[in-house]
């Protein structure tokens, strides 16, 4: 059973646990081998050339290459082992981190909308695929690499000793240098990134109004403070990655000046001259790797940070059980809602209830909160205080995925998905053509679609054609129609319609209230007001009037009468007093 307190990446990292250790276990003969050309040189040395058998040289030969071989088989396989961790961890966590990218989305009302975590999903994959991560499976081995070396001689593990603690120096230096400045130019790169994305979204309204050149200036600002961070870090990398491989190659060819005098005075023989200079520098390989390969190493730690903070804050959700299929009463008490991350509320203390198959326009001046309240009322927004039940149901309580069906929703902005008309209407899902027929049939948009190149199977976005803003909105309300909802808000609904896709709703309307399902409707044009039953008035958050709509439409008149004659009265008294 998974513990409780980690995330899906770390359970992913736990499943592929026993797949890192045989890496290490692969890793283990793959250094193990990494002596044999040191050995197959004192060999040569020690007992080709002082006893001139060609016999020898050739079986040694043999053996070498035979285990040069299983060398390179073993690091393949190792490889490939890697390679298959990083798909299985994406197969475990993609869904997950989608997941998560869509309840930030959602929880910062879009403000947060990025396929980031996805991208360090990817970059962290790749991370694990490239060569850089063998160096921390290699660097262990430093210690055995030493201990080989003073067998060789003691001067050769002093020197190899020290050399180590030199570069280990300058493996922390570069971390401490650059550790900081990456991780905030990466952190700045993805800013800039998300602000071009929103940007582009609004190509149209950036090139009618010439917003562009100074859009492009304020981008250049972002831009430029990402490349200073990134030069300043990579010029300080650059420098200890130069330094680290310098170093590394001056003591290789050293050590071969020190084999020398130990071979002069016949401390050692001449074999061991070179194998000493080959196994120090595959001793230090690793150390120098890690420094070369330490910009990857810095973008995968921000990445998995990034990661693990997401999903930390997206822990698997808690299972529900299955509710029957709402009838569509709705239920509001002492609703207080804010906008995602504000402690700022929009809606105040609202409280109604609605029977059942009823239709309820709900109606009032710009930000009164009544695109507000329909995201309540679809558990789209959480409340800050008191709830709102379908059916005496918490609508937040409710599986999303099984609810799903029962909602239908066309919000003032109409986004369609990219892919055909028939999938936009289906949701998606499972397309049953008579469901979708019926429901593009109600939204009045059959015959628009039968006109379109390939029908229903037409696809629409990047790869195929643009609707019309009134096009748009039809679909947009055969999909909220689609599968004989209970709960239907609309959003402005009319907003981009003419005179035929007016009738339209009226009569999708008549229609989805016959099958007894609750309608909600949001609107600021008085011709589809026949349609409802009763109307809500929103005013600066507040519930200002609620009842049958005749009743509340004579008390708006009333009202309205009355707010007139104030200002006649007023008016004369402004006069007399302007001419004292």
């Known amino acids: 059973m998974r513990n409780v307190r980690e995330n899906s990446l770390q359970a992913a990292l736990k499943i592929c646990k026993g ?55 073993l690091e393949w396989t190792r490889s490939r082992i890697m390679v298959r961790i990083s798909s299985r961890l994406d197969a475990l966590l993609g869904r997950d981190v989608y997941r998560a990218s869509f309840k930030r989305a959602l929880d910062s009302g879009g403000m947060d909308a990025s396929a980031q975590p996805l991208n360090d999903l990817t970059g962290l994959r790749q991370f694990l695929t490239g060569a850089g991560l063998f160096a921390f499976f290699d660097a262990p081995w430093l210690p055995v690499y030493i201990g080989v070396m003073f067998f060789f001689h003691p001067w050769y593990g002093w020197i ?116 000493g200079s080959l196994l120090l520098g595959r001793a230090l390989a690793p150390i120098d790797m890690m420094i070369g390969g330490w910009k990857g190493f810095i973008t995968a730690r921000s990445q998995y940070a990034r990661l693990n903070e997401i999903l930390d804050r997206q822990k698997s959700e808690q299972e529900r059980m299955s509710l029957p299929a709402p009838e569509g009463r709705v239920q509001v008490e002492n609703l ?20 059942a198959g009823s239709v309820v326009g709900i109606i009032g001046p710009s930000a009164s909160g009544k695109s507000t309240l329909a995201r309540a009322l679809l558990g789209v927004w959480a409340p800050q205080h008191g709830v709102v039940r379908l059916d005496g149901a918490d609508i937040n309580n409710w599986d999303k995925r099984e609810l799903g069906p029962h909602i239908g929703y066309l919000p003032q902005d109409i986004e369609l998905f990219e892919g055909s008309i028939s999938e936009n209407i289906a949701r998606f899902g499972e397309i049953e053509p008579d469901k979708v027929i019926q429901a593009a049939r109600m939204a009045g948009v059959h015959e628009m679609i039968l006109q379109l190149p ?70 600021h044009r008085t011709n589809i007001l026949a349609q409802l039953d009763s109307l809500l008035v929103m005013h600066n958050g507040t519930l200002a009037l609620s009842g049958p709509r005749d009743k509340v439409l004579a008390e708006l008149a009333a009202q309205q009468q009355t707010d007139l004659a104030k200002q006649a009265r007023i008016s004369p008294d402004a006069a007399q007093a302007g001419k004292a």
Not at 58 to 73: F, H, Y
Not at 336 to 355: D, E, Q, R
Request: aromatic fraction near 6%; include cysteine.
């Open 336 to 355: 207080v809602v804010g906008a995602p991350g504000s402690k700022t509320p929009i809606l105040k203390n609202i409280s109604f209830t609605v029977p």
């Open 19 to 73: 797949s890192f250790i045989s890496v290490g276990f692969f890793s283990f003969f793959v250094n193990a081998l990494m002596l044999v050309p040191s050995f197959y040189m004192l060999q040569v040395y020690g007992r080709v050339l002082t006893s001139g058998s060609i016999t020898t040289l050739l079986m040694l030969t043999l053996i070498m290459t035979a285990l040069m071989v299983t060398m390179g088989s």
């Open 160 to 275: 190899a000793i020290a050399s180590a603690i030199v570069l280990l120096c300058l493996a922390a230096l570069n971390e401490k240098l650059t550790g900081k400045a990456l991780a905030e130019a990466n952190k700045q790169n993805i800013a800039a990134n998300l602000y071009t994305t929103k940007n582009l979204r609004n190509a149209e309204v950036i090139q009618s109004m010439g917003m562009l050149h100074s859009l492009i200036a304020r981008w250049s600002v972002r831009q430029n403070k990402v490349l200073h961070l990134q030069s300043v870090a990579s010029d300080k990398s650059g420098f200890i990655t130069s330094l680290s491989k310098t170093f590394r190659m001056l003591v290789q060819s050293l050590i071969l000046g020190v084999g020398a005098y130990l071979a002069v005075k016949q401390e050692i023989n001449p074999g061991l001259m070179i194998a």
């Open 454 to 523: 390939d029908g229903y199977d037409t696809v629409i976005g990047s790869e195929g054609i643009s609707l019309s803003g009134g096009q748009r909105q039809r679909v947009g309300l055969a999909r909220a129609l689609y599968g004989n909802p209970r709960l239907l808000v609309l959003d402005e609904p009319n907003s981009n319609l003419d005179d035929v896709g007016e009738r339209a709703l009226a009569s999708a309307i008549r229609q989805i209230k016959a099958t007894d399902a609750t309608i909600f409707i949001i609107t």
